[in-house]
């Protein structure tokens, strides 16, 4: 619920604090922080659980509130647009605007079939339980979770570079077919850590696309209702990720790993 809430400011907010020279860079640059926790989160949250089971939340409290202190040092005023005489702004606005706009509403209904497939929970739950399907440790399944993680962390450095000079029609079809080949894969491939590299091919996509699709957004939605609109993108982009989870456990538990990962070939494509 909080995420839902601080996430779309935090975007809208990038747009006020960079020249639109940047703004693609910058968002890119943004998700560095997202995918370099998802590849150390495992095996230190697994450590620290080790020694105490509260030190793992103790460690998010206190990531939280130095990252609302840092907050206070940001020093550019912030434009809040003022309604017009007779203006109403709601929810559904954001909806309607994403709506009206033919390449924000396509990229938006395939960003959701790839969260359901690939949400980093339901792909790290899909992993856990196969390795311990085929008798890995807990450690090796800790590492096995950061390997996959590190995907995300190379498409965040290495985004604004590939976007400068890839066409974004190229960069969406690659994007688009890695999912499902990299699922009929994972269907297929014995042994585990190859699972682990093929994953964070999959999450090597994740910042590049999301940092085209953010500039588009940019670009196509007025500062006013930028707030709204990243509001709707988030609700209709996390909201298939539970789904996705509870699809993948429910599967796994009735037909193993090979038959989730082929339903995920069917959703991402």
Known sequence: ACLGISN???LAAIKQLVPPSQLTQA???NQIRYFAATMGGPPVG????GVARAFPFLSAAVGFLVSTILLLFIRKPMKVEQLAPGEKRNTAEGFRILARQPVLRLLIVWIMGSNMAFTHSGVFL????TAESRGASAS??????SIAGVGGLVGSLIAGPVIKRVAPAKLFLTAAWIGPVAAVLLANVSGLVP????????????PITSAL????????VPDKAQGRVLGAVMFMSMIAAPVGVFAIGTIFDQAGPVWVFTVMAVVSG
């Open 213 to 220: 699709f953010l500039a588009y957004l940019a670009a196509m």
């Open 46 to 49: 697994g450590t620290l659980f």
């Open 140 to 145: 090796f399944t800790g590492m096995l979770l």
């Open 27 to 29: 968002t890119a640059q």
């Open 126 to 129: 899909a992993l856990i339980a």
């Open 8 to 10: 779309p400011t935090g």
């Open 195 to 206: 699972l682990g590299v093929i994953v964070a091919c999959v999450f090597l996509r994740g």
